[in-house]
C-alpha cells in the first residue's frame, strides 16, 4: 500500500528572539502562517532499511535527509523490522526559510502512525517532531499559531484568510544556524509588537498587519545577501501591502489583496528570480489524500 500525503511550507508573519537556552537554541516569539505551497510525500512499506526517493538534486538521499530521520525515530521508538520507502516529489524551495524539510518529516511522522496503526495523537506526533527541528510542530499543526518557547509552545490563532502571497526565493543557500549565530539580541532595534499583529489577524485587517511585520533575522541575512531589500523594495513597488523575509531566509513574501496585482508582480519578479509562486495562505496543515 501506498499512502500519499501533502505537506505544507509556511512563513512568519513576525519573528522576535527573547533569548538563548544553554544549548543554543533561541527562545522566541513567533506568527506561523501555513501557505498553500506543497510537497507530495508517498511512503510504502518495504522489507527492510529506509530509502529516500527525490527527483530535486538539492534534497539529501541519505540519512542526512530530514524525513529519513522521522523514519527512523518512529522505526527505533516503536521497534519495527519493516522498512520504508520515502519518495519526495518537491515544490516547496530547498533551504529558503519556508520550513520545506520540516514539512516533509511532518508528513512522515503523521504517514506512518497511519501505515503501521500506531495509534498516536496529534500532539503526541508533534512532540516526537521536536526532536527533528523546531518548526516541525507547527508543520504538523498547520493553519496559523503564535510560537514560542523555541517554536514548539503552539496556540492556535486566526490566521490570514484565503489571502494572496507572492513567495520569492532568490538564488542563495543561508543556513539557519548561521543567522541564529549572528543575532545580536542586545542590540535589536526594531521588534515586531506581536499583540497588535494579533488584535490585527482578529479583526482582519490586513494593511495594518502588513506594515507592521517585523523579523528580527531579517537585518542579519540582509546585511549578507543584498537580493532581500531588492525583493522587498520591488514587492512594494508591484503594490504588495507589504513584504517580508520568512524565517531565517532568504525567501521574501509579499502579501496582496488583489490578484491582479499580484500576477503582475509574479510575472516581473520571475524574470529576476525564477523561484517565484502565488499561493494562498490555507487554513490546513498535512493532508493525507
Ligand atoms: C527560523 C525558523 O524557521 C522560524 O520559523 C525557525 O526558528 C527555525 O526552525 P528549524 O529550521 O526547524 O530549526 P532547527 O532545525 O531545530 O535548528 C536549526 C538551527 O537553528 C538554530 N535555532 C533554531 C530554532 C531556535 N528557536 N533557535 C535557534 O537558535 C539552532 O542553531 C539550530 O541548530
Ligand atoms: N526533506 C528535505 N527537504 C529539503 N531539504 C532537506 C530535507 N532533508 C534535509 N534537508 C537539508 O536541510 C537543509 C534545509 O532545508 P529546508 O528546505 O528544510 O530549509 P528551510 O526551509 O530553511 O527550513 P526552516 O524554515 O525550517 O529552517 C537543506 O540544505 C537540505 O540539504
Known amino acids: 500500500m501506498v499512502l500519499k500525503l501533502k505537506c505544507r511550507a509556511k512563513i512568519n508573519l513576525a519573528i522576535d528572539v527573547l533569548g538563548k537556552r544553554e544549548d543554543n537554541y533561541h527562545l522566541v516569539e513567533m506568527i506561523m502562517q501555513t501557505i498553500d505551497l506543497y510537497d507530495c510525500v508517498?511512503?510504502?512499506?518495504?522489507?527492510?532499511?529506509?530509502?529516500?526517493?527525490?527527483?530535486?538534486?538539492?534534497?539529501?538521499?541519505?540519512?542526512?535527509?530530514?524525513?529519513?530521520?522521522?523514519?527512523?525515530?518512529?522505526k527505533d521508538k516503536f521497534n519495527i523490522d519493516k522498512g520504508i520507502k520515502i519518495k519526495i516529489e518537491k515544490n516547496i524551495?530547498?533551504?529558503?526559510?519556508?520550513?520545506?524539510g520540516s514539512a516533509n518529516a511532518g508528513a512522515v511522522l503523521v504517514g506512518l502512525n497511519e501505515l503501521w496503526d500506531l495509534k498516536l495523537g496529534k500532539y503526541e506526533i508533534m512532540d516526537m517532531g521536536l526532536n527533528l527541528g523546531a518548526d516541525v510542530p507547527f508543520c504538523i499543526m498547520g493553519g496559523a499559531a503564535l510560537a514560542c518557547g523555541i517554536g514548539e509552545k503552539l496556540t492556535r490563532i486566526n490566521g490570514l484568510d484565503?489571502?494572496?502571497?507572492?513567495?520569492?526565493?532568490?538564488?542563495?543557500?543561508?543556513?539557519?544556524?548561521?543567522?541564529?549565530?549572528?543575532?545580536?539580541?542586545?542590540?535589536?532595534?526594531?521588534?515586531?509588537?506581536?499583540?497588535?499583529?494579533?488584535?490585527?489577524?482578529?479583526?482582519?485587517?490586513?494593511?495594518?498587519?502588513?506594515?507592521?511585520?517585523?523579523?528580527v533575522l531579517e537585518s542579519v541575512t540582509e546585511s549578507n545577501y543584498p537580493q532581500i531589500k531588492d525583493i522587498k523594495k520591488k514587492m512594494i513597488e508591484y503594490k504588495a501591502l507589504g513584504s517580508m523575509m520568512s524565517g531565517s531566509g532568504p525567501t521574501v513574501f509579499g502579501i496582496f489583496d488583489d490578484f491582479d496585482c499580484a500576477k503582475h508582480a509574479k510575472e516581473n519578479l520571475e524574470k529576476l528570480y525564477k523561484q517565484t509562486y502565488l499561493v494562498k495562505t490555507y487554513k490546513g496543515g498535512i493532508e493525507v489524500e
Open 42 to 74: 508517498s511512503i510504502e512499506e518495504i522489507n527492510s532499511g529506509i530509502v529516500i526517493e527525490s527527483e530535486n538534486p538539492d534534497v539529501p538521499l541519505d540519512s542526512k535527509n530530514i524525513a529519513y530521520k522521522a523514519a527512523k525515530l518512529i
Open 93 to 100: 524551495p530547498v533551504a529558503a526559510g519556508l520550513a520545506g
Open 162 to 215: 484565503n489571502v494572496y502571497i507572492l513567495i520569492c526565493k532568490p538564488d542563495i543557500f543561508v543556513s539557519t544556524a548561521w543567522v541564529y549565530n549572528n543575532l545580536d539580541i542586545s542590540k535589536l532595534n526594531k521588534r515586531p509588537n506581536i499583540k497588535f499583529l494579533l488584535n490585527c489577524l482578529d479583526k482582519k485587517d490586513i494593511y495594518n498587519l502588513s506594515n507592521n511585520m517585523v523579523n
